[in-house]
């Protein structure tokens, strides 16, 4: 009990409360930069949205800040969600990266797991992250145990370092079996390592995640080191630009479990940035969901070209340290699990062999995209669907360029679709959504079963561009009873990076059966956990509101290869305390009980987090905006078709008047974002401004 | 309601996730790793009538595709003839003979009649692989069995749950009779609960749209599968192609056994004919129909990957019984190999003969085994036993698109192998080499996949080693001019003396003490058009990142000299 005792004195060093000063949130999106400014004194918000710039993102991010009009110097603190490393490893742009490894299993990364791209059809391509003449082999083994085997050849590794610099590797991984049990070959190789490598990019197997599995440490520690480089200049260069404009103090980047780490250290720990931006979003719904009193959610994150669903219990996002970000690409830090499930606005509604319309999962992407987009796409989407059945502003055609008319949406739903299906163009488009609608339904409840929860005892928490349009309607499918409309859904990431936490994760592998754990060291791998992550959370010069320390342990029945986290209420928990702790949590989660097999313990993990100060979330729509009435919030009308065609009242979100109760049909709309209540739908607002809506049941 | 066709789509969607959520539910519950996280499991939507597919989970093994519409099948059959009680609502099958359209032994089946007004509407069923049922090896992969006794414990369908409750002493008898029983009812309680799952989506389905309506979509969406798949093979030019696929032998009698293969194509039928593949054989090579025929359905969905499975599908597929052959077993022919082996060279037989008129859909054979070494033994000072696995992948053939994949796993499975560390944690051995077999894929314009090259030694105690493996003697072919994948290899060091075994990539039990080794070389992938035609810079990396030597690369894709040179 003694560290979470020092836990509580190190809280009492910050002082709680409000932030204080100015905060500014920028993410980078796939096509937009997006900013959030946060005066906490004033509890005032100014919000930018430009375009990402691709070939150097520092440029869209000085960009947000001056079309915000917001003085970096004056700024207490950055936070930044960036897709550089996420981007390189997806698009192959890596540096070139060489690997030394035990004798024997240089191919490791190129074998993988035995697996292939899909079940059926025996094709595809995988190249490994490190290509083979980079990956040397050196003599040195631990058994399982941690006892050492053969000793590491320290002659034979500084030729294999030499060998590598003289083939221009920028960075380095050094990765050893069983490093994790005992890391002693890794920790000497690194020490020779840095008198023979030209710099730091040093990347050692066991340090980002200290648990067997050769393949997925591996390619975790290939894609830290490949992407390090690239990171550390990225980050290094907008710190420059931002203190050519007076900004000092630190620079926060968002990381893939949903807090954040100082640009100063972000890049020794380069993998973790990977995926961060849909878990920051996550992050918002979570906070946002907690203050709404709303905490139990599954998010639905709909776009132009990807639909992301995770889940949040008790304001809590699910964090897995098992996320794969593409096929055979596993990256095993602690992350928000956040799953993709379709193609978003752009999947593509087709005729297929059998004469049935299917939607998806094929997508127009973001070139051509959808008929609507003016780019020269052709064939039907979903997004061209809402077009056509008035849920979206035909305003909103040709978003980027173009001279596509709704005709013209009209004559390809009428003839691709419609013809065939002896339907109308309207008839086709409702049918389009129909079955987008249930797909989408059914890859929510696919995630929401395999997480081991019914989706019915959640609300829908709905964002992304195209979020809004369809949640009502999934959230009815589903049997979810609420849907929960932020104020600003297509801001959310950059959100997250305002609210987010400071937080580090620990996972150290234990893998013994319960019975013949030594409970003390058990303990101590707890304490060494607490101290690693609170002397990290100083070392990020932020203030915090108080700092939380969380412990879980994974674990599984003898003879099972699936591991089941359970949360501990402390870091000193008895043998006896985990065994219950277990077998509830397993009869929760599997309905089955099974006392006659011996549980094992596998790993222990801690999660140090340093709470920020409350951000006023009502600050996101401007309460001098708002007008006293929704007569005087209504924009117009336009014709929507549900069942039929309706005259459907269009409101505009930020004009909403602060108790404002809203009956569907209805459309709400605001910059980036259209909400769609369909006849029977109501919607109220709440004190931060979220529309909270209770959908009719089918 | 009536049946338009967005109706149809979306009872189709519906139909898919009620067998996917079965599949979800089996593997999040079950406690055996097979099924847990290899998915070595299957669920399916069957027919009232004949138990023919109605739909089938997207997350099953490939090598059940198809396979339980022939147990369920059997199941209403022996109701009707009175050789099997009839059910009741709650009521659960329990049923592993493979002569009863089933595969092995290890693939248990559970089959539940869905009731509705007090008649059967449709089956749930599910098979998951359990660890042993039995017989004379642990795990029940034997290379040398001679009758299906020797392979386990063999169970006709019988209710193992009445009205919802499981019947104890059905259970007791099988426990009685299985190896690490205590472990067991983690899987048949998932098993189980998987189809209750199905039930209750089923339902929620039938409720929303009706019982007529959602019968007449069933019947809509067979015409429309059968429709689908003979517009795919329309694409293949009508005649006759054959092909000849080879095990190295039965375990038992070391000779070859052959599948003979002749596909041929009138229009929008594919007929397949095996007659002149070898008798039934001694040893568990055998393959009982149910899965000769799965095989077939398996090989056609690799090509035609679009097409759902369902029993329309599989309509335009004319499979003559192949009679007298080893494909179509009887009891008490052993057949535990046929999930396993015989049923991936079915598979190659149909890939080797439909890559000629289908050059851009079909691959060049692909390694095909599922290169089973398992070893049992004790480690006396530690008091403790233990039977470890592995199960091996290879190369895949090269194709119009590429090379082949290295290390994929079985054309039948699609599991991941267990880490080397894990290995290591769990059993008393210590890999030397865990690599990439050099020199092992096929060449060709597109070459073949490589395999993989490991060496283990154990390191305490004394224990025995089988294997269960195949393309010993001919490698996985090569298509349109590519050479043949590297054959498997399998080196025993005893005492310092290294053998191979008499079977080549079969063997039983052969013991080893603390120090010995084992070293395995799994095929490549066959390789796909003509080795010349490769582009040189390919040839070049592949040899400066020591995938072939440059010897090897001279000599296999070197340019044949011209007519004038000669």
Redo the contacts between chains.
């Keep these: 009990m003694k560290d979470l005792d020092q836990t509580a004195d190190h809280s009492a060093e910050h002082s709680p409360g409000q932030i204080s000063g100015q905060i500014a949130g920028i993410d980078v999106g796939g096509t937009f930069t997006d900013l959030v400014f946060y005066d906490a004194t004033q509890a005032r918000v100014r919000l930018a949205k430009v375009p990402t710039t691709l070939d150097n993102q520092s440029r869209g991010v000085l960009d947000a800040l001056d079309a915000a009009e917001v003085d970096a110097a004056a700024l207490d603190l950055i936070v930044h969600g960036t897709t550089t490393t996420t981007n390189a490893v997806l698009e192959r742009r890596l540096c070139r990266t060489g690997l030394i490894t035990t004798m ?5 990364l ?7 791209p ?9 190249r490994p992250l490190i ?3 980079l990956r040397l082999e050196v003599p040195e ?1 631990m ?2 145990s941690g006892a050492v ?1 053969t000793a590491l050849d320290e002659v034979a590794l500084r030729q294999a370092l030499r060998a590598l610099v003289a083939q221009d590797c920028e960075s380095l991984v050094i990765h050893f ?2 490093a ?1 049990a005992n890391p002693a070959h890794e920790l000497r190789a690194a020490e020779i390592a840095r008198e023979e490598w030209p710099n730091g990019n040093i990347t050692l197997g066991h340090a980002l995640l200290s648990e ?5 440490r591996g390619v975790t520690a290939a894609v830290n080191a490949s992407v390090q480089p690239l990171l550390r200049r990225y980050v290094e260069r907008l710190a420059d630009r931002l203190a050519e404009r007076g900004y000092t103090r630190d620079l926060l980047v968002m990381t893939g479990n949903g807090g954040m780490v100082s640009a100063r250290i972000v890049a020794e720990e380069a993998a973790k940035t990977v995926m961060s931006g849909p878990a920051s979003g996550v992050m918002a719904a979570a906070y946002t969901g907690r203050r709404a009193g709303i905490p139990d959610l599954l998010t639905y994150d709909m776009g132009g070209t990807s639909t992301d669903v995770a889940m949040i219990r008790g304001a809590d996002p699910a964090v897995s340290h098992e996320i794969e970000i593409e096929y055979a690409m596993p990256i095993h830090v602690p992350m928000v699990d956040v799953r993709t499930v379709g193609a978003g606005g752009g999947s593509l509604a087709r005729i ?7 939607v998806g999962p094929d997508s127009a992407g973001s070139v051509p995209g959808p008929i609507c987009y003016g780019k020269g796409g052709t064939e039907p989407t979903i997004s061209d669907a809402n077009m056509l059945l008035g849920r979206m502003n035909p305003a909103r055609l040709n978003t980027i360029q173009g001279d596509v008319t709704l005709a013209d949406i009209e004559a390809a739903f009428a003839q691709k679709l419609g013809a065939p ?2 339907l109308s163009a309207t008839g086709a488009a409702s ?1 389009v959504l ?2 987008a609608t ?2 989408m339904a ?1 890859a929510v ?2 995630v929401s ?2 997480l ?1 929860e019914d989706p019915r005892d959640f609300a829908l928490f709905a964002f992304g561009g195209a979020g809004p349009l369809h949640a009502c309607d999934i959230a009815r499918e589903l049997g979810v009873p609420r849907v929960l409309v932020p104020a600003r859904p297509g801001i959310t990431n950059a959100l997250g990076c305002i609210v987010a936490d400071l937080r580090h994760d620990y996972v150290t592998t234990v ?1 013994r059966p319960l019975a013949a754990c030594d409970m003390a060291e058990v303990h101590a791998q707890f304490a060494r956990q607490i101290e690693e992550g609170r002397a990290a959370i100083a070392r990020e010069r932020v203030k915090i509101a108080d700092l939380r320390v969380t412990h879980s342990v994974d674990m599984q ?1 003898i ?4 591991l089941l986290r359970v949360a501990l209420p402390g870091p000193a928990p008895t043998r006896e305390d985990l065994a219950e702790l277990f077998e509830q949590a397993y009869f929760r ?4 009980a ?1 006392p ?2 011996r549980p094992a313990l596998v790993n222990v993990n801690t999660s140090v987090i340093g709470r920020r100060p409350e951000v006023d979330l009502s600050a996101l729509i401007d309460a001098a905006g708002r007008r006293p009435t929704l007569a005087e919030a209504r924009t117009g009308s336009r014709a929507v078709f549900f069942d039929d065609w309706h005259d459907t009242p269009v409101y505009w979100r930020d004009h909403l008047p602060a108790s404002a109760t809203l009956a569907g049909p209805a459309i709400v709309e605001q910059m980036d974002c259209t909400l769609v209540l369909s006849p029977g739908d109501t919607a109220t607002q709440d004190a931060d401004g979220n529309l909270i809506v209770t959908v009719r049941a ?1 | 309601m009536t049946l338009d066709p967005i109706t149809l789509t979306v009872i189709q969607s519906g139909l898919q996730q009620v067998c996917d959520e079965m599949d979800l539910t089996f593997s999040r519950a079950a406690f055996s790793p097979v099924i847990a996280e290899a998915n070595d499991r299957s669920d399916g939507i069957y027919s009232a009538e004949d138990g023919s597919l109605i739909a089938q989970g997207s997350q099953g093994l490939p090598v059940f595709v198809g396979v339980m519409q022939y147990s369920t099948g059997k199941i209403i059959e022996m109701i009707a003839a009175g050789t099997v009680t009839a059910p009741e609502p709650g009521d659960i099958y329990i049923v592993n003979d493979p002569y009863l359209g089933g595969t092995h032994l290890m693939d248990v089946r559970f089959a539940m009649p869905v009731w509705r007004n007090g008649r059967i509407f449709c089956w749930l069923s599910n098979t998951g692989h359990w660890p042993d049922t039995g017989g004379a090896v642990p795990g029940g992969f034997s290379a040398s069995a001679t009758s299906v006794e020797q392979e386990g414990l063999r169970l006709p369908p019988v209710r193992l749950f009445k009205k919802g409750v499981m019947d104890p002493e059905i259970y007791a008898i099988i426990c009685s009779n299985i190896r690490v029983a205590e472990q067991r009812i983690g899987d048949v309680k998932a098993q189980a609960a998987a189809l209750y799952v199905g039930e209750a989506r089923l339902t929620r389905l039938l409720d929303r749209y009706g019982d007529a309506l959602v019968q007449e979509a069933i019947a809509e969406l067979r015409s429309r599968a059968a429709q689908q798949m003979r517009a795919r093979i329309a694409e293949i030019a009508p005649g006759t192609y054959r092909s000849v696929a080879y095990i190295d032998s039965d375990g038992v009698v070391n000779a070859p056994l052959e599948i003979r293969l002749a596909i041929t194509a009138s229009g929008d039928r594919l007929s397949f004919d095996f007659s002149g593949s070898s008798a039934p054989c001694a040893g568990p090579m055998n393959s009982v129909l149910a899965t000769t025929l799965s095989s077939v359905y398996l090989a056609m969905r690799h090509i035609f990957p679009d097409v759902p499975i369902s029993a329309g599908a599989f309509e335009p597929l004319e499979i003559q019984r192949p009679e007298g052959t080893f494909l179509d077993a009887q009891y008490p022919r052993p057949v535990s190999g046929c999930a396993a082996e015989v049923s991936q060279r079915v598979a190659e037989a149909v890939f080797a003969a439909l890559v000629g008129p289908l050059p851009q859909r079909v691959t060049a054979s692909p390694a095909g085994s599922s290169g089973n070494f398992a070893l049992g033994g004790e480690v006396p000072e530690e008091g403790r036993s233990f039977v470890m696995y592995q199960i091996s992948g290879g190369g895949y053939g090269g194709y119009a698109g590429g090379d082949g994949i290295s290390n994929g796993c079985s054309t039948i499975g699609i599991s991941k192998a267990p880490p080397v560390e894990i290995m290591e944690q769990q059993f008393p051995v210590l890999y030397h080499r865990y690599a990439l077999r050099e020199g092992s894929g096929g060449a060709g314009q597109h070459r073949g996949g490589f395999g993989l090259d490991y060496e283990v030694e154990l390191l305490k105690g004394n224990a025995r080693a089988s294997f269960v493996m195949d393309h010993g003697r001919t490698g996985p072919q090569g298509a349109l001019g590519g050479g043949d994948g590297a054959v498997n290899e399998v080196r025993v060091t005893r005492g310092g003396v290294t053998t191979t075994p008499e079977h080549l990539s079969k063997a039983q039990d052969i013991p080893l003490v603390a120090g010995d080794r084992v070293r395995v070389r799994t095929p490549g992938g066959g390789g796909y058009g003509d080795p010349a035609l490769r582009d040189p810079a390919l040839v070049a990396e592949d040899v400066r990142l020591g995938r072939y030597s440059a010897e090897a690369a001279e000599r296999l894709f070197r340019p044949a000299p011209s007519p004038q040179d000669a």
Excluded at chain 1, 104 to 108: I, L, Q
Excluded at chain 1, 110 to 116: A, S
Excluded at chain 1, 119 to 126: D, N, P, V
């Design positions: 024997g299993f240089r191919d490791v190129e074998l993988g797991r035995r697996t292939r899909q079940a059926y059809g025996m094709k595809g391509q995988f290509p083979r003449d083994r058994l399982a085997h079996l069983h994790y067997s599995r050769e393949y997925e297929d062999a059998s004469g049935l319309l299917q299906l002896g049918a129909r079955i249930a797909k059914d409840r696919m079963i395999s081991g893998n029945f003879g099972q290869t699936h989660r599997f309905q089955v099974l006659e097999i089918l």
